[in-house]
């Protein structure tokens, strides 16, 4: 609980101090008028270091919960087939030792089921910096696309064309940006 409220902690220093050092070289009426449309991709991403820091700059809150949940998520399994492979591995060291134990596996099976619980650690490992890493790039690819308009004048218009010169037709393809 300690660590959770630590990194909370962080975050909202991290966020409340670079955004006062970069109010500081920009007059007030400037920030005010382009700040809105405007967000660094580069401080993004140096946010995006606390997962989640880079969403709350990008103004997309919705997907912190995400990037959270999918981290708690793959931290838990990281432990849990951690502690799974040490329980099957040390349980065969064990026994090729001599040591009576009180599971009801044959060796072959503690194998296969260490090296089970090993390759489910290392796949977790793999989603978790997967997800820290995708955090990083959703970050930055969010302030890219911060000032992108859409116009709501976009329409699609597909109908048949018959050409009237020749005996052939179509279909038409009408975009409207």
């Known amino acids: 609980m300690n660590i959770l409220k630590g990194i909370i ?50 103004e997309k809150y919705w997907k912190i919960p995400i990037i959270y949940s999918a981290l708690i998520t793959s931290a838990y399994y990281i432990n849990d087939n951690n502690d799974q492979y040490k329980m099957y591995k040390n349980t065969y060291l064990n026994r ?51 000032e992108y308009e859409v116009n709501e004048n976009l329409s699609i218009q597909i109908r048949p064309v018959k050409m009237i010169d020749s005996h052939h037709t179509g279909i038409a393809l009408n975009i409207r940006i």
């Open 96 to 146: 090729m030792n001599g040591q009576d134990d009180d599971i009801d596996y044959t060796n072959n099976e503690l194998i296969i089921l260490k090296d089970h619980y090993k390759r489910n650690r290392e796949i977790s490992v793999m989603l978790f910096s997967l997800t820290y890493l995708l955090n990083i790039i959703d970050a930055s690819v969010n302030a890219h696309l911060f």
């Open 9 to 58: 902690t962080t975050i909202f220093i991290l966020l409340f101090t670079t955004n006062n050092i970069y109010a500081q070289n920009i007059s007030s009426d400037y920030k005010l008028r382009n700040m809105e449309k405007h967000k660094s991709p580069k401080k993004a991403a140096i946010l995006s270091i606390i997962p989640g820091a880079g969403q709350f700059y990008t």
